[in-house]
Each structure stands twice: as C-alpha cells, then as structure tokens.
C-alpha cells in the first residue's frame, strides 16, 4: 500500500511539484519516497512496505528490460500464484516487480487476471505510452487534472491542489449531491476539472500522438448459467480470507456486531484455528441506544477473541470533524467515518500496518432496506401479483411495519430509484425548498446513470449495481482509504473479492430476497455454514449510529452554529431563512428521522470555507 503521484504531458515539468505532492500524501507511505524523471515523465511514490521491507521494493519499479516503470498503491493477493503460473523471475518478494514483470509480458490484458486492489501508473519508454489503471470495485483511488498540456495524477485530491491553484468548485456536483444525496457518482470530483479514474479502467495515454484512450477491463455479469450452490460460495470466501491474510506485517480487524462481521470472524477463526495475532477493534456510542458493547462481549466469548471497544462520545464528533474534513477531502459519510478515524488512530500500533473490515456485504447482497421496493415492482411487472402481496405481508410482519408506514417508505424507496435522496433505512430529507437552484439538471444527471444500469434486466439488480458503482459503496470506500491511510494502515475489504461479487450478482432474484428477508440467500449459507452461530441470525440494524439524534440533542449547537454562520459559503445554494426554520423544526419534531441533508451542508460548508471556494 502506498502514495503514488505523477505528471506528464508536453510543457516544461517541475520536478519540485512532483516532491510537493508526495510530501502532501506522505501519511500514505512513512516507509520509504522515491522519484523518477525524464523530459516529459515525472513519477513519485511513498512506499507502505507489506511485503518485502528491503530496499528491493521501493519505488519507482522498472521491469528487468528497463521499458516500464511503476507506481503502484495496493496489494495483489493472488501475486504466487502469478509469479508461478506466467514464470516470473524476481530479485524481491513483492507484489509490485510480480506486476510489472506480468504487465511486460501481457499488457493491459494482465488486470484481468489480478485478485486485488490496486491504482497505478505504468509508463512505457519505448513507446513513450502511459497506462493508469484502478481495481474493479475501486477500492484504491486515483484522480488527475489536464492543465494545459500536463496531466497531474494523484491518491488524493490534496496532492493536486498543492500544485495547482485557483481549482474551483465543481457547481453541478454540488448541486447534484445536494438534491441526490449521491456523490462520487461519476469521473468528475467536488473540484472543477479534476476527476477520477473509473473502476475497472484502464487509461492509455500515448505521449506522441497525443491521444487518450479509455478501456473497461471488467464488469458486473447477471450470469444465470453460472453456479450458485453453496460450496462454491464457500471456496470463493475461503480463498478470500487465506489470500487476503497475506502479510509480512501484524494484521487487525476492524468489527461490529452485524452479519457480516461475525461471519468475518467466523471464517478466520475456522482458517486460523483460533485468533492468532489478529488484533481485534471495534467502537461503541456513548449512547445506551447505540451501545453494542453488550454484543461483542457476547461475540468475544462466544469465539474466544479478545476484541479492544472504543468509547466514541459526541464531543469526539467535534474535536475530529476538521481533521477527518482535510484527510477526506471531499464531503465524506457522516459520524461512522469519523468514528472510524478515531478508531483507526487509537488502536493499531505502527507494526500493524494491515486491516480487514467486512465492508461490501450488503452491497453485493441485497441488504439495503430501500432496495425491496424494486423487488416487488419486478414481481409486479411480471404479473406474479400473488406473490408480490405474501411479500409484502412477509416484510410488513419481519419489519414490524403497519400499511401507512409501510405506504410511506414504499413510495420513498421508489422516488429514491428513480430520482435519488433516499437513505438506507428507506427515509428521505424532506428538502426540495430550501434550494435556491433548479433540479432539472440532477435529475438528467441521474437519468445517466439509469440508463448505464439499463443493461441489467431486473430492477433489483438494476438497483443493485447501480449502489455498487455509482453511489453508495463508492463513497463508503473512499472514506475507508482516506480513514485508513491516514495512519498509514492498509485496509482490505475481503467481501469485496471480485469473485464473490460477481456470483452474488448472479444469484436469482428470488433467492436473494424471500419471503421478505433481505439478503436471504446471504444469510441462509451463513446459517447453514455456522449453524450455531446466533450473532448470525440476528436481526439486521438499519440504523446503526447516533447520528439524527445527536444533531438534535448534544450536537445541535455545534451544527446550528456553523450553518447560521453571517458569513456561511453555502448561502447561494440555500434560502438561509428556510434553512433556519428546518433546524429548528428538525431539533423539536421526533418524526424527521434522517440528518443526511443537515450533514451534507455542514460538510459543504467546510469544504468551501477550508479551500476558499465559491460555488459559483
């Protein structure tokens, strides 16, 4: 895991502008920098050393021939295998020279073959090309700005606007994220003009010709022909787990109570014979409502784990907005992110530079509450009208919904597929006009985006892969890089194995939801694998932290102080007056139930105010 950064192009190149930006992400990579030039190639990288602690594997990386050089930021976990099936002789024991030793061989045709995460840039000498290239679910990032006739590329944001002053707001981003609640949607950032290299792509940028070329080397596949018995399900979960336990350093887990954790936990504990070295963490509210403590106690008894529980109070919340804000760069979450922040911080020390977390469960799964809805319009579309009302009458039952409530959220979900603004639990901010803007333009932005997930030919899965790629999951994965690699740890995310993805993508939409369970074939393997594991069975949590409540209570006048400010950023977006009554009513009415808007202006705000932007 590392920092990467590069420029390249046709004007003069400031080689201080490539240390610059390395400096501003050194926090990526502590272990080791290293550079390298030519007239019109300027590449850099701060090493987080996972394998191989030698100087063998630093970076920049040449092949053996000399033609390519990387920069490379994560980990291929299946690199063994790779090095013994294509021959690869090596002088390190990284992933890295296993790499660029296979992309001389094959090309660009070597990302299909890579078990990983991963961003890089690979320049080619001898025909003066450069390919950059991110994993197939995006879980490490990359982002570059064409200024003139340079292009700079990044891990983060920061390295750019270090180098490159006057980056102004991106308007319809904002804008879009505001009447959505999506972001990191698409290429483009919160910043004009700087954007992000798309999941699964590579681009291949011919220095002589001056050409740009995009190419996708994987995505999502509905295969119904494929397997979906629980045995292969099983050798793709366990594969993840040895492969992603691949290490020369300490590993940790980051845990909660859910589903998802405990089969984490479950997995590893039945590989490993017991916990081993794994470090164990997890955060608890101070909040009797939101205290989980009880659980995991229960789960580190139950398994025999020590798992360490960190206090997260909501003064924390404030004491850490601003520097979560800066290491995020862009509009983050909400308090899970900061909580993790902390969490991070507190509890690893340096010669753990390793963590598993079991993000990507209920994206690939079908676990999202607001998702059922499009489940039902697909019975209904295909006139199994009876079973479309047991359903119902089977998640009204498990939910404990009556049919106005039900009515509602039913409604919410519905909008929140076709025009966006719905959390997970299924409730929406109610905020159409405190805008001082029109929401023609998002909903044709949006419209993009329905026609990109127009290939799948269910609305489940429709709704499916939209979260997986244009909005929920990405925002979740890059507030993990930013919280993780702020302490320089390497997150890995073993639910998000591509192979599990895609046969969970595959999985009949009636096996995925039954008899109103979410996620019911998810959960049915992990019952049927663990049969006496009761944390499994237990039921989901669709609000899982204090969020709306501490807004309305202990953190009320920290946010009413910030977005009541004379002098407060968003004022050309918002009606302050409107926007004044809607905190009020939103502290006093136990009803409004979602925070998303509240937390998106504050989090704009400082945005703004910390790079000096307009949004106009």
């Known amino acids: 895991m590392c920092g990467l950064a590069a420029i390249f192009g046709q004007d003069h190149l400031n080689s201080k502008e490539i240390k610059t930006m390395i400096s501003s992400i050194a926090h990526r990579g502590p272990d080791h920098q290293g550079f390298f030039e030519n007239e019109k190639v300027l590449m850099g990288?701060?090493?987080l050393s996972i394998f191989d602690f030698s100087s063998?594997?630093?970076?920049?990386?040449?092949?053996?021939?000399?033609?390519?050089?990387?920069?490379?930021?994560?980990?291929?976990?299946?690199?063994?295998?790779?090095?013994?099936?294509?021959?690869?002789?090596?002088?390190?024991?990284?992933?890295?020279?296993?790499?660029?030793?296979?992309?001389?061989?094959?090309n660009v045709e070597c990302f299909k073959l890579l078990n990983g995460i991963f961003s890089l840039i690979i320049f080619d000498n001898l025909e003066k090309k450069i390919y950059s290239a991110r994993d197939r679910l995006g879980v490490k990032p990359l982002y570059y700005l064409k200024k003139n006739n340079n292009f700079y590329f990044c891990s983060e944001i920061k390295g750019i606007l270090r180098v490159n002053k006057n980056i102004q707001i991106n308007s319809d981003i904002v804008k879009f994220y505001l009447n959505t609640s999506f972001y990191d949607s698409f290429e483009e950032t919160f910043y004009k003009n700087i954007l992000q290299v798309e999941q699964g792509t590579c681009i291949i940028f011919d220095l002589n010709k001056k050409s740009l070329n995009k190419k996708r080397y994987w995505d999502l596949n509905d295969d119904k022909t494929l397997n979906s018995s629980f045995e292969l399900f099983d050798q793709h979960l366990t594969n993840s787990f040895l492969i992603q336990q691949r290490s020369d350093t300490k590993i940790g887990l980051n845990v909660s109570s859910g589903v998802d954790s405990n089969l984490m936990i479950s997995y590893l504990n039945s590989i490993n014979k017991g916990q081993n070295n794994i470090l164990a963490n997890s955060y608890y509210f101070s909040d009797p409502e939101y205290d989980h403590r009880k659980d995991l106690n229960e789960m580190s008894q139950n398994y025999g784990w020590k798992i360490n529980c960190h206090e997260i109070k909501s003064q924390d919340i404030i004491e850490n907005f601003e520097e979560v804000s800066n290491f995020q760069d862009e509009p983050f979450p909400g308090i899970v992110t900061i909580a993790k922040h902390i969490l991070i911080k507190k509890s690893y020390p340096s010669d753990c530079k390793v963590i598993l977390e079991g993000q990507g469960g209920d994206d690939a799964a079908g676990g999202y509450k607001y998702i059922y809805p499009l489940h039902i319009l697909d019975l209904i579309k295909k006139f199994r009208f009876s079973n479309a009302f047991n359903e119902v009458k089977d998640f009204k039952i498990n939910e404990s919904m009556n049919n106005k409530d039900f009515f509602s959220y039913f409604i919410n979900s519905l909008k929140g597929y076709f025009y966006g603004g719905v959390s997970a639990d299924g409730t929406k901010s109610n905020s159409e006009d405190l805008f001082l803007f029109s929401s023609k333009k998002n909903h044709k932005m949006y419209k993009i985006i329905l026609e990109k997930i127009a290939q799948n030919k269910s609305f489940l899965k429709r709704?499916?892969?939209?979260?997986?790629?244009?909005?929920?999951l990405p925002r979740i994965l890059r507030s993990c890089d930013r919280a993780s690699m702020a302490y320089s740890k390497e997150l890995r995310v073993p639910l998000l194995d591509h192979n599990i993805v895609n046969f969970l993508f595959s999985i009949d939409d009636n096996k995925m939801i039954n008899k109103g369970i979410l996620r019911d074939y998810y959960r049915n393997f992990a019952l049927g694998k663990f049969k006496y594991n009761k944390f499994i069975k237990q039921k989901k949590y669709y609000v899982s932290d204090?969020?709306?409540?501490?807004?309305?209570?202990?953190?009320?006048?920290?946010?009413?102080?910030?977005l009541s400010s004379k002098s407060l950023q968003i004022e050309t977006l918002i009606n302050k007056k409107k926007l004044t009554d809607y905190l009020n009513n939103f502290k006093k009415n136990d009803r409004i139930k979602n925070s998303n808007l509240i937390w998106q202006l504050i989090s704009l705000e400082h945005l703004l105010k910390k790079n000096r932007l307009t949004t106009f």
Do not use: H
């Open 463 to 472: 709704i499916i892969y939209r979260d997986i790629f244009y909005c929920k």
């Open 56 to 106: 063998k594997g630093n970076m920049p990386m040449s092949d053996r021939t000399g033609r390519y050089v990387i920069i490379y930021n994560g980990e291929i976990y299946n690199f063994k295998e790779l090095k013994k099936k294509y021959d690869i002789i090596t002088k390190s024991e990284t992933d890295t020279e296993v790499l660029i030793e296979l992309f001389a061989k094959l």
């Open 45 to 47: 990288s701060c090493r």
């Open 546 to 562: 204090p969020q709306t409540k501490w807004l309305k209570t202990s953190l009320f006048s920290w946010m009413y102080d910030i």
